[in-house]
């Protein structure tokens, strides 16, 4: 079993579109959970970075987290072309030194 | 657009050769980590350093190795090449107070 599973998609929603993104994992010493945006093989863009169990929101985009389910998501509200890209989860252990665990990424196509 | 920049964007080598791949952390970061990235996967962590010195290797043979210089720059080096080392390099830096890792647009390396 992999340390962190994310479904590689593609997933495809229709413009303006509720879109919800999921990790799970099995090392129970995460407590940084982040997600990424990563387009067509540039390098990856920092979108949400959260700590612990919780919600947390910032413009279009909420993110989840419940560490007694280890699971993760990732909500984007009115979806749009240019939302476009890959999805990473990644998350870390407490150190200050913790490096990051990525899923597979997931491939999300919004149409106009 | 993060502050991370990497060198070169692009290259081609040929198996059995060695090539230098090159970081420039962002202003205020002293921890540079590496990672690679096959097609269709998340990045896997190479290694990572801090204050010049190595902080945690991941899973890759010694044949990997790199260096961080006094202005927190950073290399990776490959000796050896293999088919397999064709990959998209990821450097991301950070620091133990800001655990917000932040990515270059990765050099994409082949190997033929």
């Known amino acids: 079993q992999k340390e962190v599973e994310q479904d590689p998609g593609p997933l495809s929603v229709p413009e303006g579109a509720i879109v919800s993104l999921n990790c799970t994992y099995s090392?129970?010493?995460?407590?940084?959970f982040m997600w990424y945006r990563q387009y067509s093989r540039k390098g990856p863009e920092l979108l949400m970075y959260?700590?612990?169990?919780g919600n947390k929101e910032d413009g279009r985009f909420t993110a989840q987290v419940d560490k007694s389910s280890k699971y993760i998501s990732l909500f984007i509200r009115d979806s749009q072309p240019s939302d476009s890209a890959t999805y990473l989860c990644?998350?870390?252990?407490?150190?200050?030194?913790?490096?990051?665990?990525f899923g597979k990424g997931t491939m999300l196509l919004v149409s106009p | 657009e993060t502050g991370v920049t990497q060198s070169p964007t692009h290259l081609i080598k040929t198996r059995g050769q060695q090539v230098t791949l090159r970081c420039s952390s962002q202003?205020?970061?002293?921890?540079v980590s590496w990672y690679q990235q096959a097609l269709g996967q998340g990045p896997q962590f190479i290694f990572q350093?801090?204050?010049?010195?190595?902080?945690g290797r991941g899973n890759f043979p010694p044949r990997f190795s790199g260096l961080q210089f006094p202005n927190y720059s950073s290399e990776l080096n490959v000796n050896a090449l293999e088919l397999d080392d064709s990959a998209l390099y990821l450097c991301?830096?950070?620091?133990?107070?800001?655990?917000?890792?932040?990515f270059g647009q990765g050099t994409r390396l082949t190997v033929v």
């Open positions: 991301a830096s950070s620091s133990p107070e800001d655990r917000r890792a932040f």
């Open positions: 090392n129970s010493a995460f407590q940084y």
């Open positions: 959260t700590y612990s169990s």
């Open positions: 990644a998350m870390s252990g407490s150190s200050g030194y913790s490096t990051l665990t």
């Open positions: 202003s205020g970061h002293n921890t």
């Open positions: 350093y801090y204050r010049e010195e190595e902080n």
